[in-house]
């Protein structure tokens, strides 16, 4: 088993493209699983495509679905802020992917991504782990 953890500051960025650095862990070491964490109670990950619309298309459903407004029994932090902590319900905080030949097999489009609704706090650890 071999494993990595990576930093990243999300600032006001909802979505964080951690694609690349997931190619950079796995490249050369074979096949076997790969697992990503994201061990924070407000961040989780997700598969789609970046860069054609659908970032807007996410966050637009996300506010739909889990609104910041004040209607959260979890309340401490920012107005809304509830609402990220109930978003690893549907944007979990853990993948598992196969690894191919040292290679992710996504999808044409498909990207891996962070995503961090809270803007309280902009620091985010990623952990990748592979195992033969």
């Given at each position: 088993?071999?494993?990595?953890?990576?930093?990243?500051?999300?600032?006001?960025?909802?979505?964080?493209?951690?694609?690349?650095?997931?190619?950079?862990?796995?490249?050369?070491?074979?096949?076997?699983?790969l697992?990503?964490?994201?061990?924070?109670?407000?961040?989780?990950?997700a598969?789609?495509?970046?860069?054609?619309?659908?970032?807007?298309?996410?966050?637009?459903?996300?506010?739909?679905?889990?609104?910041?407004?004040?209607?959260?029994?979890?309340?401490?932090?920012?107005?809304?802020?509830?609402?990220?902590?109930v978003?690893?319900?549907?944007?979990?905080?853990?993948?598992?992917?196969?690894?191919?030949?040292?290679?992710?097999?996504?999808?044409?489009?498909?990207?891996?991504?962070?995503?961090?609704?809270?803007?309280?706090?902009?620091?985010?650890?990623?952990?990748?782990?592979?195992?033969?």
């Amino acid at each position: 088993m071999v494993s990595e953890v990576l930093t990243y500051r999300t600032g006001d960025r909802l979505f964080t493209d951690v694609t690349r650095d997931v190619a950079t862990f796995v490249r050369g070491r074979g096949d076997g699983l790969l697992n990503l964490f994201v061990p924070h109670a407000t961040a989780g990950l997700a598969v789609f495509e970046l860069r054609a619309g659908s970032e807007e298309d996410l966050a637009a459903t996300l506010e739909r679905l889990l609104p910041r407004d004040d209607i959260y029994v979890h309340r401490h932090g920012s107005r809304g802020h509830g609402r990220d902590h109930v978003l690893p319900a549907f944007l979990p905080p853990v993948m598992t992917f196969p690894v191919v030949a040292g290679s992710v097999p996504l999808g044409t489009w498909q990207s891996i991504v962070l995503v961090d609704p809270n803007g309280d706090n902009s620091v985010r650890q990623f952990r990748m782990t592979f195992v033969e």
